[in-house]
């Protein structure tokens, strides 16, 4: 039996350190993308969490997601204003408060149960891990589909430790890095640890095992020349435009590869805004343009269908219309429709009023067959969703298409953060992605995480590039799936059953005083 954890700083120090954690971890993202400081805000978050009470985790859990996530996602506040930036901190810093009180029992409740050395240091880490990635699996899927920003593994895209998302998935790199902090934490305070030098040689040593992995082997079948094209229009939802403006703009950026000889063209989301099933001058674009390249476009666009709009990929043939089409699977909540609309529109009726077109969730299946080539399609925020890209592999997706809008979030970091999910995302499934936007930045990313080609933020052009195909599953493509469900109820189990046992214990304590106190 162990003697009750007690916190590392006082409760005052742990808010200024929960408080100081939340910039100090979205550094470690995208705009800035010092990936180090990731583990420092961890770090700190852990430190913060160490014998608290359970007011005082939740406290202090609270303050680091407030902190974090007001930073992270203030692009929120560019397209529909504070109110909703701070109802999505909130909610989301409701989440890892939760989180981190459950961490905070298992800093007190595990080596209670597990009382050696091997205990704290061995089973310690890995249940604070596992704790960690079952609140983002949670808050990636719930509510209404979940938000999956923030997710520690994002962090990691240009890191030595992203290859590892091809081995493990998204939620299973969070759990090891996460694992990483919390072990050295727990090296560090172990006082039975009497060698100096062990306290920081075992996680170096972790450190360098997880480094040293090889990269996942990828497996070429050919190569496809793609060609994706930014037309750079005023495509916010706000911006001044005329019908048909975007189309313009892209159908402009089209004409140069005219002569080149391409598989595909490829547009953005939302890259005709005049829907070419329905508007003859939008088709005979699309006819022109295939003709004159030799090539299929794919394109987004709205479509209604049925009474209900969709916000669609179309793979158009010149001559032959659109052959096939894909519907997004994951319109925004209150950005591309509005759940349970009657409960939240008294709330905010002017920002819910905003929102006067409901986009239908699609039930289509995500691949193109683009002339024997197989194309996984994504539409903007299906990329966050880890389903979608191992429905697409499974389907024999052999090259990924990420279509996006980002004009709504002007130069905030929330163009780069997603470019940096599209980059895990091509290293997870061991694939070829294009992610083509219609501001930028576009880029097209090899199957190592590598940028093959890039259009600059805000210039219209295109890019050409002869992406690699490729074969085969990775891990993570195989077992992702599996993978966290294992780790975060790996996490959640451990703390049940030392509840458990630490309650029986107790009984047994109780049980046996009486015994002798009666003797």
Known sequence: MTAPTRPPVPLLAAVILAAASGPV?????????????AFVGIGLILIVLIGRSAWGA????????VSFYLVHVSWVSLYLGPVPWIAL?????????????????AYRWIPRVWSTTLGRVGLLPLVVAGVWTAREALVSTWPYGGFAWGRIALSQSESPFAPLVAWVGFSGLSFLLVWLVALLLQFLREPHVSVPSLRLLVPAAAVALLVALPAWPIVERGTSTIAAVQGNAKAGYFDDREPGDILSAQASATLPLVGTPVDMIVW????TDLDPVTVPQAASVLDYLGAQTGAPILTGTIMERDGRFYNTSLLWESGAGPTDYYDKRHPVPFGEYVPDREVWEPFAPDLIGLIGREYTPGTRD???NVDGVIAGISICFDIVDDALTREAVDRGAQVIIAQTNNADFGRTDENQQQLAIARLRAIESSRSLVNISTVGTSQM??????????????EPGHMVFDVPLVAGKTPAMAAGGQIETFVAFFGLGALIVALAVGTRNGRQREA????LDGS
């Open 25 to 37: 971890l979205d550094a470690g993202f995208p705009d800035r993308g010092i990936w180090p400081l």
């Open 58 to 65: 939740l406290l202090t859990g609270f303050i680091a997601g």
């Open 89 to 105: 901190s909130v909610l989301e810093s409701i989440f890892f408060a939760l989180g981190a009180l459950l961490i905070t029992l």
């Open 268 to 271: 953005p989301e939302n890259g």
């Open 366 to 368: 995500n691949v193109f």
């Open 445 to 458: 990313i090899g199957p190592n995480g590598a940028t093959l080609a890039e259009i600059p933020a805000y």
């Open 512 to 515: 046996d005083a009486r015994i």
